[in-house]
């Protein structure tokens, strides 16, 4: 039976209805595809978790001083904001972190004036209002 391989789009003879790949690389380099594999000099690595998400979980530990929602003791390091139930609670926390590391990061291109650690803090604040609220169920 005359297919399209699903990942090279060439011409191949299927032995079974199922097949669905040319060849085993075809099937394997798809695989590699669809999981966020990536090529790095002489074999496939497993794309770590977005380095954005990363930092928001470093920067999400310091804010647990004082409110401690239990979401945040739950796992201190890694809170991921993909599993946050309030989409608007894991944008608010992007911003604000995404923000803060860019001026601490690299003070020496952004520098950083009086006004951002004041907006920084704000931010810090509503973000910790919105966690505290998801807490308690709004
Ligand atoms: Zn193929």
Request: net charge positive; hydrophobic share 30%.
């Amino acid at each position: 039976m005359n297919k399209n391989c699903k990942h090279c789009h060439q011409n191949f003879d299927a032995r079974r209805r199922n097949h669905l790949y040319c060849t085993l690389s075809c099937k394997t380099l798809a695989s590699y595809k669809r999981n966020n594999y990536r090529y790095v000099s002489g074999h496939y690595q497993k794309d770590n978790m977005l380095p954005e998400i990363q930092e928001s979980s470093l920067a999400v530990s310091q804010l647990e001083n004082d409110s401690k929602p239990k979401m945040l003791e739950a796992n201190k390091q890694t809170i991921n904001f993909k599993s946050v139930s309030n989409a608007a609670i894991g944008s608010v926390a992007a911003d604000t972190v995404s923000y803060g590391l860019k001026k601490m990061l690299a003070p020496q291109s952004l520098p950083a004036t009086k006004g951002d650690f004041e907006r920084l803090k704000n931010d810090m604040e509503e973000l910790k209002r919105l966690l505290f609220q998801s807490k308690n169920g709004f």
